[in-house]
């Protein structure tokens, strides 16, 4: 049996001929104008078919075939062929977080001595925001912290927790000035070794605490070796202090990579992993890459700079992606470091009407718990124009001790923010379209904007 219109359109099906025009909406009424009781005009559009209400849908099988049909080949009367044309923009449940402008720093706070931002005693401020803790183990002040503290304080970030930056001397005034400019940012002078000075500075109420080696005699190999021994017996300090549970908010940076394995024997103290040794055929090279220290982003060497420096001298557009990754906030401010070689860009980037966009962690929404990451990274792309880049795959919270069963059975992001446990798991970048998302998953994105799910 074949459902036509006429019998013109009958011979059309069963002579196998092809019809521009067939596929029309026969369920039209014939009282409308004239064009629409003529065949060779279209009398629904492909957005027009596909919305469809069920009461004016077919029930038939074959009447059903014909409408499925009848969405593929619809085209134009001069038979051109076209493609389905742009997919649906989806409507994502999201809040964007930004500050509406970076704030500039007012005049009296240019003005303001060094001494006015040295504090004594941290909990004592009371922060509404948990403070951010940098500890220096050096002799002396570190250089370049503008750079560490200038993404915390992008526009587009939103929360700007206060940053603590802890060492035994105090920074001299060609130092300060490149942080002076930053809000929020105070200065403990005390020994790191002692625990009540790291307490002083507020590792006990740390949103995260950082770790900065001493990059002072190392010259030679032995000493390399020795280098990061005030580092491992710190560490060890603050994670017996905070516990197994906040243990990895703890962000260690270290000289040799192969004292990874010490960091890592910290964290299994805590009992996020089982503690058996890794075969003795397996390479240092891949000791350290599948540590749980450094999979996890809990530690870093100076040694991975070897890498990036050498590509960068067959490449030298590198250096300026990973500017543009960490820093395109700040681009339109004077905290933004260096120039850009993207000059041609730049020219036509104002009147284009685009948006800079800067990597983020966040929770994953709860409609994508269960589902792939194709289907993840689909819909945010066509529903938020956010670009999913990898995953920070979190382990289970029901092997962190002291933890209820109750907790354990909820996402991440159905929990408050309080009550989520410290991220802590192994980087998954590139993952495979069919690999399914969990509720304890954070997604790594590129958004103009941090993106917080409603």
Known sequence: YVIARDRTQADLVLGMAKDPNWGSSHSQSASTSNGANDPLVPKASLQQTAQLTPDKAVSSPTAAAIAKDKVKHLSNPTNIKRGLGARKKRTARTIMWAASKLQETSERHKSKKMDEFVVDDV?????????IVVVSLGSVFPENLEFFIAPLRAPTVKDHHPIVLMSSELPSEEVFAHIRPFSDVFLVKGEPTRLGSLKRAGIEIAFKVVLLCSEEDFGTASNQLLADATSIAV????????????????????????????????????????????????????????????????????????????????????????????????????????????????????????????????????????????????????????????????????????????????????????????????????????????????????????????
């Open 235 to 454: 560490h060890k300090s603050i994670t017996s202090l905070l516990g197994p549970r906040n243990a990895p908010m703890v962000v260690t940076k270290l000289v040799n990579r192969s004292n990874v394995n010490f960091i890592s024997h910290n964290l299994k103290q805590s009992g996020w992993f089982d503690r058996g040794r890794p075969p003795s055929t397996t390479s240092d090279t891949i000791k350290f890459l599948c540590s749980p220290s450094f999979a996890s982003g809990l530690t870093y060497s100076t040694e991975l700079c070897d890498n990036l420096i050498i590509n960068h001298f067959f490449n030298p557009m590198i250096k300026d992606i990973v500017r543009e990754l960490v820093f395109s906030p700040l681009r339109e401010s004077k905290l933004y470091p260096g120039k850009s070689k993207f000059s041609a860009f730049e020219r036509n980037f104002a009147a284009s009407g685009l948006q800079r966009s800067s990597l983020f962690t966040c929770e994953l929404p709860l409609d994508f718990v269960g589902k792939s990451f194709a289907y993840c990274f689909e819909y945010l792309l066509l529903s938020d124009a956010i670009l999913t880049l990898g995953v920070y795959r979190c382990l289970p919270p029901d092997l962190v001790p002291g933890v209820s069963p109750q907790s354990t059975a909820k996402a991440r992001i159905e929990r408050h923010e309080t009550e989520r446990a410290v991220p802590f798991g192994y980087v998954y970048l590139n993952p495979l379209e069919s690999e399914i998302m969990t509720g304890d998953d954070l997604l790594y994105v590129l958004s103009h904007k941090q993106p917080c799910w409603a």
């Open 123 to 131: 909990p004592k401020l009371h922060f509404p925001l948990k403070p």
